[in-house]
C-alpha cells in the first residue's frame, strides 16, 4: 500500500555520541556521553551530561537526520557536528538506528485528522 494512502511515515531513532578522537575540548564533554532520539523524545541515560550550547547546535540538524535522505545527500554521509565554540574539540556524533512507524493521525496537531497521539498508544 502506497504511505500517502495509509498515512504512515518512517522516521530514524537516532543515536548522539560525544566524541573527542584526541581533541581538546573547551566545554564539559565527556567522550562516549550520548542521547537517543525516538520520534520527538531525546532519551537520556541517568548520568549524562551534555551542555545545552552545544545541545543547541546540534538540535536543527536531529529532524532532518531522521529521515529518509538521498544516499548522495550530506546529510545521509556527514555524521559529526562541532561543538559552537571555536575553540573546543568536541564533536557529536550522530547515528541512524532502525526506524520506527508513525502516522500521521497520531502526530498532526489538524484537528480534523488527528487520532490517538502515537506516545499515548505507546502506554499499553
Known amino acids: 500500500m502506497d504511505q500517502g494512502k495509509t498515512g504512515e511515515f518512517w522516521l530514524y531513532d537516532l543515536k548522539v555520541e560525544t566524541v573527542l578522537d ?3 575540548p573547551v566545554c564539559r564533554h565527556i567522550e562516549g556521553d550520548s542521547f537517543r532520539v ?6 537520556f541515560e541517568p548520568g549524562t551530561h551534555i551542555s545545552m550550547y552545544a545541545l543547541a547546535a546540534v538540535l536543527p540538524l536531529l529532524p532532518v537526520k531522521q ?3 538521498d544516499p548522495n545527500d550530506w546529510v ?3 555524521a559529526e557536528v562541532a561543538c559552537p565554540d571555536p575553540h573546543c574539540g568536541g564533536r557529536f ?3 541512524r538506528l532502525g526506524k520506527r512507524r508513525f502516522t500521521h493521525a497520531a502526530t498532526t496537531g ?3 485528522a488527528r487520532g490517538e497521539a502515537y506516545w499515548q498508544a505507546d502506554k499499553s
Do not use: H
Request: aromatic share 0%; charged share 35%.
Open 22 to 24: 584526541g581533541r581538546t
Open 38 to 43: 525516538e520520534g520527538e523524545t531525546l532519551v
Open 67 to 69: 529521515r529518509m535522505t
Open 76 to 78: 545521509s554521509t556527514d
Open 93 to 95: 556524533r550522530i547515528t
Open 110 to 112: 489538524l484537528l480534523e
